[in-house]
């Protein structure tokens, strides 16, 4: 194994983007909690994974922190009540995926007692083992809080033998999402601490925490938190340069060690793991304070919200409840996004609840979107190429996918396509591309599923022939025993004939 | 509330094919002007000619193709086509061969290939290919610059060339026109005339030829905008100068008596307004970084072996449709590494 610290060098990536960002409008209040509203919407499934077995029914009365489904293995997180109050129902309620879809959710009316139940924190954390704290994260709810909603658990545990740093990601590259650099600022302290609790969960020596080299504030508030931690020796913060995707796992490790993480391989096999700054600090909450995820920071903002800020939000909360915190639409929304608008997904509705990993809600206007203008055929002009940080050919890939010549498409590394959008961005053509990649990634997953249910088909198939000709050999064996009997009978009547010929012998005698 | 859903990204896009063709004119009008200067006015002919038959063959070819007519005319590509390959005309070039052109350019090399973004050859060097070989008398008589001309034709003698292909009675073909110095010196060189012996001939300026390298100085100024406005990247014109520099420059050092300095083949011809507009053409050639600095490599050398060796005095144009037939496998064979791969 090679070692692989992040040094003191910051790398490039490949390709990439520098967009105008739209963040300090987000950044002008701190941190605000919104009034507790009428019903909260808690989806049973907030991450990559499968959600565990309800513990609660219609009517029950929870308590602030107590788990509402059951934890399972690692992909099992379990969600927890973020107040007190009455369950309503369990109902399918609008969500971001899929897209125009819905989820199974938990209506929550709370009381607004915010009654707890009992909180355990884990005593004198320092020492205990990775296992005990592994565990107590995912009892705990914890799933990646940047977006993609991986449980922290299933990170973390596992034998890595060289892992050796946490990366704790910071680089918040999306133009108009301030969650993460807010809960810098606020909560710096906090976020050191849970990196540090991250890395002797998953026994590694250090933490860096990457920032973008814009985040002037955060940087101080950081080393001022380390400073006051005295972890001096085992946390690094490093900036890295401000380009889209910056924030994205495999171009951040890059852009730290100069390495790129194998394509059918883990971060870990670098030696590294990268956790999202607020997951670090709900690790904190959980272990320091026995809290399990129940809140996280949104931002609101976009030229469609009259007062751009970033919410202390229970999870559950529906958008439509922060939108109306944040001073409600400012003009005709023509798109709701969560997320940024370069990787963000359009919602349908803004009944949609937050999740775990919900971090911005953005309102564009038609002046930002602006109407879809039609597409014209691929110039080949190369401008995708050059932006690509995956360093895969997005203009062949879409040749390869219009023609539905997909294996092609995959030998050209479909897969390794992370989706960021900056392709589309600058697409003279104005051609959808990541929607080609996505339709196209669909259908190869389709056709290896169908691959292998052909596979099972014909094994089933093979049975069947196995098991026809058996019986037919099996039937054709008992036919033959059956003739072999009646073979008998004329061998009596050979005797029987024998006996009369016999007799005709003895009467001429 | 009802939003509308779309797939990300979520902005409005950042340029547009016929944004991007219409810089690529606006990088052209220095070029232009100065050859109006050192040449005249013929060049306005040829590019109102060639546009013109340019888009009217697009539009009839989109029509008898059932496609937008007005969506394709509105990418500008026709009229990129059009003045490119006007600018490769001698000014008094009859009418009709801008019809030829434009039938070759337009109808064949690109509508019949599938319009916009199917045509595996270069548009304006596919046309001037094809009136080059079928006509190479008319497209050898080249006007004399300004300064060396009895009197340049105008605006009405120039009509009356380019529609009538007589001059009118004050104007001579034979002492307006001559060879391109181009021409000149590879004439020369095969009549063992030494280099500097053809070189003192009047038409040759400082680097090129009189009026010529002046032209090829204005190419690469509205280059140098479309490298700024990142129209175009540094890639192929780096790549194309460069390699014609580091070709000529020791066959220059060794031999400069036969052949001429790297500056004579840069200033001379069509090598500026190839490397930064025509080698350029995205459509017909790489995409990849390595690939374009592979194309425009092989355009200089095959430019420079056809003016050495070939059987015309500029290669450009066939060098260019001889590297738009390798650039689908260079482009393979330039593939960059995927990430983690």
Redesign the interface.
Known sequence: MVEALPGDRIHAF?GGLKLRHHKAVACEHPVKRPALPDRLYIQILQHQGESGELLVTDGDRVRAGQALTSAGDDFIVPEHAPTSGTIETITDHPAAFP??GTQRAIVLVPDGRDEWVECRPVADWHNASPGTLIDHLHQSGLAGMGGAMFPTAAKLRGDWPQLRTVILNGAECEPWIACDEMLMRERAQDVIEGGLILARAAGAERVVIAIEDRMGVVDDRLRAARQALGAEDSVRIRKVFTVYPEGGE?QLI?ALTGR??????LPQDLGVVVHNVATAAAARDAVLEGRPLIERIVTVTGPGIAQPRNFLTLIGTPF?HLVDSAGG?AEP?????LGG??????????AIPVTKGSNCI?A?TE????P???T???????EC??VC?????P??LFRLIEAENLDAAAD??LS?CI?C?CC???????I?L??YY?HGKDELVRRRLDRRRAALAKRRYEAREERLARQKAERQARRKAREEKLKRPEKAQDEIQAAIERAKQNKKT | MKFELAGAPHQPPAASVGGVMRQVLYALVPAVAAHVWFFGYGILFQIALAVGFAVAFEAIMLKLRDRPIGLFLSDWSAVVTGVLFALCMPPLAPWWIAAVGMLFAIVIAKQLYGGLGYNLFNPAMVGFAAVIIAFPLELSQWLLPRSLSPGLPGLLETAQAVFTGRLPATLDWDSVTGATPLDQLRTGVRENLLVTEVRSAPIFGDFGGRGWEWIANFYALGGIYLLWKRVISWHVPVAVIATTVMISMPLWLFGPDTNPSPAQHIFSGALVLAAFFIATDPVSGCSTSKGKLVFGAGVAILTLVIRRWGGYPDGVAFAVLLMNMGAPLIDRLTRPRTYGH
Do not use: F, K, W
């Open positions: 490949p897209p125009g495999r890059q790129e993480v194998p394509h059918d391989g439509s639409y929304v023509s798109r709701l996004i608008p370069m990787s963000g997904t359009a919602l349908a509705s803004d953005l564009l002046r930002e979107t602006a879809t203008q039609p014209m055929p691929c110039i080949n002009c190369g190429v050059r940080p995956a360093r895969l050919l203009q062949t050209y590394d390794d989706e959008g589309a961005a600058v697409c003279p053509s104005h959808p990541v929607d996505r």
